[in-house]
């Protein structure tokens, strides 16, 4: 098996791919293509922003940087499973799963476009623009993962998936937008949290390490990023 073939696919015929999903079409080698592919694009990814510190910390962020993504996925999909199928929705776990791994795929394929970028300015500075590195890289994923979370609320829109979901009523079809509508901001702050938990990534000047003890969360490190870069 190509492990490539389906991020190939939602390159060059992304409607009839999806479609595929739709009509429930191998869904289980989509899956695992999906999964593998995603994998090796955001490890790569991973691996540029960690060397910016170490080869350690390259490995590393080589590792952590798909499971970030892949286990926000996971822990995010049962609430949007559940919820859509109380309120009537008849897609089933594996479709929902082939969605996810689609608009995480995407991200990943996005990040590796911004991958020349992102190196380009990891041979260009130097340890003293650690804030100014980290930065720029929030910047690179949360634009990509803006435009995976697009793709995502275009192809879980309610009515568009079986002929039953569309003779759904009004009540039904404006709670199932809700539901979608705050599942994606609930999975946003998830994966911006364990973000923070699985921290560093980059790896900020000093001495190698896993895992940083410190609590906190992703918003006051972004700040205290940006008053770092301002001189504050």
């Known amino acids: 098996m190509n492990i490539f073939e389906s991020t190939q696919r939602l390159l060059s015929d992304r409607p009839a791919f999806i479609a595929e999903i739709r009509d429930r079409k191998q869904l289980n080698q989509k899956i695992a293509s999906l999964l593998l592919s995603s994998f090796v694009f955001f490890a790569i990814y991973g691996l540029i922003i960690g060397s910016f510190h170490s080869v350690q910390q390259a490995i590393s962020s080589a590792i952590k940087l798909p499971a970030l993504y892949l286990l926000t996925l996971m822990i995010c999909m049962p609430t949007l499973y559940i919820f859509n199928g109380l309120f009537?929705?008849?897609r089933g776990l594996s479709q929902h799963f082939t969605y996810?791994?689609?608009?995480?795929?995407?991200?990943a394929i996005?990040?590796?476009g911004f991958a020349p970028v992102t190196f380009?300015?990891?041979?260009?500075?130097?340890?003293a623009d650690y804030s100014f590195f980290l930065l720029l890289n929030v910047a690179i994923l949360a634009l990509t993962g803006l435009f995976g979370v697009l793709f995502l609320y275009q192809?879980?829109?309610p009515g568009t998936e079986t002929s039953a979901e569309d003779t759904m009523?009004?009540?039904t079809l404006?709670?199932?937008k809700l539901i979608l509508r705050s599942w994606l901001v609930l999975y946003g702050f998830v994966g911006s949290q364990l973000g923070w938990t699985l921290?560093?990534?980059f790896g900020s000047p000093g001495e190698f390490v896993m895992f940083r003890s410190d609590g906190g969360n992703f918003i006051t490190g972004v700040m205290m990023a940006l008053e770092r870069l301002g001189g504050g």
């Not at 996810?100 to 991200?107: D, G, T, V, Y």
């Not at 380009?120 to 340890?127: A, D, G, K, P």
């Open 88 to 90: 009537g929705s008849k």
């Open 100 to 107: 996810l791994l689609s608009a995480a795929s995407i991200i």
């Open 110 to 112: 996005l990040l590796c």
């Open 120 to 127: 380009f300015f990891l041979t260009s500075v130097t340890e």
């Open 155 to 157: 192809v879980m829109q």
């Open 169 to 171: 009523d009004e009540k």
């Open 174 to 176: 404006k709670a199932r």
């Open 199 to 201: 921290r560093p990534f």
